[in-house]
């Protein structure tokens, strides 16, 4: 079982509404929580990153939010474009090491 | 653009052939890492490279060879490949390991028949 996991899958909304993708972990303790959007043919750019200490950050249309009690993340899309349409993965960095915890990611399709 | 490229953007390959993926980042960052992504799946870390020194190798097969002649450049080469083998192959750098934010290249799709 991957220490993170994304939900949902997949994700279909029209143009202009709200979503909200869903992040959970179990990687502890761990420096910090980052979403990537990654776009069809591309590599994965950073959107947000989060410290264990914060609970909230904002880019734009995108707003993160950290609960590290019950160990949950969620990417709060506001009036979704099509620009939008790509998979947004969470990514965990377990404090100490190299390695960085992908999730599978979601994969977000915004309809006209 | 990422400030990182990599090249080619696809390649198709026998099993038998032999070839070479290049990654260049432009950022003057230190750690250079390769990951592959097979569909539905998370990113796989393969291998971390930390000012020219690799730092991880994640248990990958003797038919991926990476190497690092600086710390602008990273290769990935390929040798006896099996079609599972067949992924997006992406490059990414950050200033230092682990906890720095990473920028990624566009990838290399891989078709291995």
């Given at each position: 079982?991957?220490?993170?996991?994304?939900?949902?899958?997949?994700?279909?909304i029209l143009e202009g509404k709200n979503c909200t993708l869903q992040c959970n972990y179990t990687v502890s303790p761990f420096s910090n929580l980052r979403w990537y959007k990654q776009d069809t043919g591309r590599g994965p750019v950073s959107l947000t990153i989060m410290t264990f200490s914060e609970n909230t950050k904002s880019n734009g249309r995108y707003t993160a939010?950290?609960?590290?009690?019950?160990?949950?993340?969620?990417?709060?899309?506001?009036?979704?474009?099509?620009?939008?349409?790509?998979?947004?993965?969470?990514?965990?960095?377990?404090?100490?090491?190299?390695?960085?915890?992908?999730?599978?990611?979601?994969?977000?399709?915004?309809?006209? | 653009e990422t400030g990182v490229t990599q090249t080619p953007r696809h390649l198709v390959m026998g099993m038998t052939n032999k070839k070479s993926l290049k990654c260049e980042q432009h950022l003057g960052h230190n750690a250079m890492y390769w990951y592959k992504q097979s569909a539905k799946k998370p990113l796989e870390l393969m291998f971390v490279y930390s000012l020219e020194e690799r730092v991880e190798n994640n248990s990958v097969p003797s038919r991926f060879s990476p190497e690092c002649p600086n710390s602008s450049h990273l290769f990935l080469h390929l040798h006896t490949l099996q079609p599972e083998d067949s992924a997006l192959y992406l490059c990414a750098s950050s200033q230092g390991v682990a906890t720095e934010t990473q920028y990624f290249g566009p990838g290399t799709r891989l078709l291995v028949l």
């Open positions: 079982k991957n220490q993170v996991e994304q939900s949902p899958q997949s994700l279909i939010t950290l609960d590290a009690d019950t160990k949950q993340s969620s990417l709060h899309i506001t009036a979704s474009q099509l620009s939008d349409s790509a998979s947004y993965i969470c990514v965990v960095s377990p404090t100490g090491g190299f390695k960085t915890i992908f999730g599978a990611g979601t994969r977000l399709f915004v309809k006209a | -």
